[in-house]
Nanobody, 117 residues
Framework: QVQLVESGGGLVQAGGSLRLSCVLS????????MGWYRQGPGNERELVAE???????NYADSVKGRFTISRDDAKNTMYLQMNSLKPEDTAVYYC???????????WGQGTQVTVSS
């Protein structure tokens, strides 16, 4: 059984930084894509960034140049370094894992990020 557990959320002032972590337990065989999604108040869940097993990354336009996604497969952990945070980044952040050309198969429970102005 695959489980994802996020950590690292919190309250930060605008312009500050946070680093989110997501630990995967269980086994995922073959190529996979891990990602961070977020859901703000009154909004739908949206993709923030993804990273494939080979290291290729993809970012939402709203976070390009501010957020960096990475993964350490030896530790079964994915990270999201968030810099220059804005109030509009306030959301619950979820990690996920999926196969190519598919929607996420597994989700974490989410971690709250709140950015004050």
């Amino acid at each position: 059984q695959v489980q994802l557990v996020e950590s690292g959320g919190g309250l930060v002032q605008a312009g500050g930084s946070l680093r989110l972590s997501c630990v995967l337990s269980g086994r995922i065989f073959g190529f996979n894509i891990m990602g961070w999604y977020r859901q703000g108040p009154g909004n739908e869940r949206e993709l923030v960034a993804e990273v494939g097993s080979g290291g290729k990354t993809n970012y939402a336009d709203s976070v390009k140049g501010r957020f960096t996604i990475s993964r350490d497969d030896a530790k079964n952990t994915m990270y999201l370094q968030m810099n220059s945070l804005k109030p509009e980044d306030t959301a619950v952040y979820y990690c996920s894992v999926r196969r190519p050309l598919r929607s996420p198969d597994y989700w974490g429970q989410g971690t709250q990020v709140t950015v004050s102005s």
